[in-house]
């Protein structure tokens, strides 16, 4: 249909974060979304913030953060359950999503993270049995790769000793 002009009535501003349908087209050779375009879902921008500084938070259903820290302890499976680990501290990510959902639907084998990855990502602060967590779920920003596992038989790490040739005794049996 028609735009119906509502767009000033969603309250989006920039940062945040929206899921949309819309039509591919091209403007002189620059992609975009064409037509009409449907909102589906909308999140506000998250601060950014340490994972001591998420701890120190209270428990709040409508404030997200933004966390970036390292993958530790990655849990099996398809919903996103791991570890996140910056240089403040350590917080379990009770699941990741990849993109803003209410119930985690088991999209975080599509975004192909590994233990050892540097995430981004945007969750609330929640608890499970007196254990803090990043809950909502979190949904996915950004990942880098982490660094590779050092093969300590090969490469630059590897210390060469030269050793002196022994001297053998026989002793009477």
């Known amino acids: 249909g028609a735009n119906d002009k509502s767009f000033a009535s969603l309250g989006i501003n920039e940062g945040d974060v929206v899921t ?3 039509t591919r087209a091209s403007y002189k050779g ?3 979304v064409g037509g009409t375009a449907y909102l589906v879902s909308h999140d506000v921008a998250a601060t950014q913030i340490t ?4 701890l120190a938070k209270s428990k709040d259903s409508s404030v997200r953060y933004k966390l970036t820290g390292k993958i530790t302890n990655l849990k099996t499976g398809n919903y996103g359950n791991f570890h996140l680990q910056d240089e ?5 990510v009770y699941g990741l999503t990849t993109s803003f959902v209410a119930k985690n639907d088991k999209s ?3 975004i192909g993270l590994k233990e050892g990855d540097i995430v981004t990502l945007v969750g609330k602060r929640d608890s499970y049995n007196d254990q803090d967590q990043v809950g909502g779920p979190a949904y996915y920003i950004s990942h880098e790769e982490g660094a590779p596992a050092v093969d300590v038989w090969a490469g630059e790490n590897v210390v060469t000793y030269e050793m002196p040739e022994f001297m053998f005794t026989d002793y009477p049996q």
Not at 51 to 54: K, R, S
Not at 88 to 92: E, L, Q
């Open 51 to 54: 994972v001591a500084d998420f």
């Open 108 to 110: 975080f084998a599509n």
């Open 88 to 92: 403040t501290g350590s917080v379990y």
């Open 20 to 22: 949309i349908i819309g």
């Open 30 to 32: 620059t992609a975009q």
